[in-house]
């Protein structure tokens, strides 16, 4: 996974999971949109080789990921909600170099995505494996 380093604070994120996140099936706990920003909240973790008794991938560092995205162009965010889960996160430079792409993959056919010339990750908070904080 490549570290989106244009974003803004992107160090929080590497220095709570010990890498960027994939964001694959991260819960989008919120999702805010302004005339010119996009702010989400991410229920996301690492997964492990492990595996549980059950079978399951045994999945570690559960927190809520805010980052918010200003100054857009190129938004392509009809369908997307909150309440989706995303298949991944992709943040990526753009042909403008002033500029990253997002683009947000969904297991639930609402995906997005969109251009912004500023990004920033304002937090991340551990939560429970349910993604409360606490």
């Not at 890498?19 to 909240?41: C, K, Q």
């Not at 079978?55 to 990921?65: D, I, K, S």
């Amino acid at each position: 996974m490549i570290v989106p380093t244009q974003i803004r604070n992107h160090e929080a994120a590497l220095g709570f999971f010990g890498r960027w996140p994939s964001f694959h099936d991260a819960n989008v706990v919120a999702y805010e949109s302004g005339a010119d920003s996009i702010t989400l909240t991410l229920h996301t973790w690492l997964m492990t080789d492990q595996v549980d008794e059950k079978g399951f991938f045994v999945l570690r560092n559960h927190a809520l990921v805010s980052l918010r995205f200003d100054s857009l162009h190129d938004v392509q965010m009809d369908t997307f909600r909150s309440g989706n889960i995303l298949f991944g996160l992709e943040i990526s430079p753009c042909s403008d170099p002033t500029s990253v792409h997002v683009e947000l993959d969904s297991v639930m056919d609402m995906s997005g995505s969109f251009a912004a010339r500023k990004g920033e990750v304002l937090s991340v908070v551990p939560c429970t494996p349910d993604g409360h904080v606490g």
